[in-house]
């Protein structure tokens, strides 16, 4: 059974960094691409970042640009995002996401594999 099991969330301050990751069991994603979205409260899911089989390509939403930063360890079958000067509309709860194929766009419908998510706040 493939499990996405997210961890790094926490409270924060605006300015602060963060990292986020997301350890995958049950199945290599090695070949596949990753990808991170967000949900706030009253909010539809929205993609974040998201990274193609060998780390090569990678796509961020126009809010990620310049401040995030997707990677991945496949030795570890674990992907990162790592934030930068996180603002309060940032708040959200972070979810991982695995596809099944290597290329996918940014539609939650692409990823067939998501973890339970982990909330971020950022205080003003």
């Known amino acids: 059974q493939v499990q996405l099991v997210e961890s790094g969330g926490g409270l924060m301050r605006a300015g602060d960094s963060l990292r986020l990751s997301c350890a995958a069991s049950g199945r290599t994603f090695s070949n596949s691409a990753m990808a991170w979205f967000r949900q706030a409260p009253g909010n539809e899911r929205e993609f974040v970042a998201s990274?193609?089989?060998?780390?090569?390509?990678?796509s961020y939403a126009d809010f990620a640009k310049g401040r995030f930063t997707i990677s991945r360890d496949d030795a570890k079958n674990t992907v990162y995002l790592q934030m930068n000067s996180l603002k309060p509309e940032d708040t959200a709860v972070y979810h991982c996401?695995?596809?099944?194929?290597?290329?996918?766009?940014?539609?939650?419908?692409?990823?067939?594999?998501w973890g339970q998510g982990t909330q971020v706040t950022v205080s003003s």
């Open positions: 990274i193609k089989w060998s780390g090569i390509s990678t």
């Open positions: 996401a695995g596809a099944a194929r290597a290329l996918v766009g940014t539609s939650p419908s692409e990823y067939n594999y």
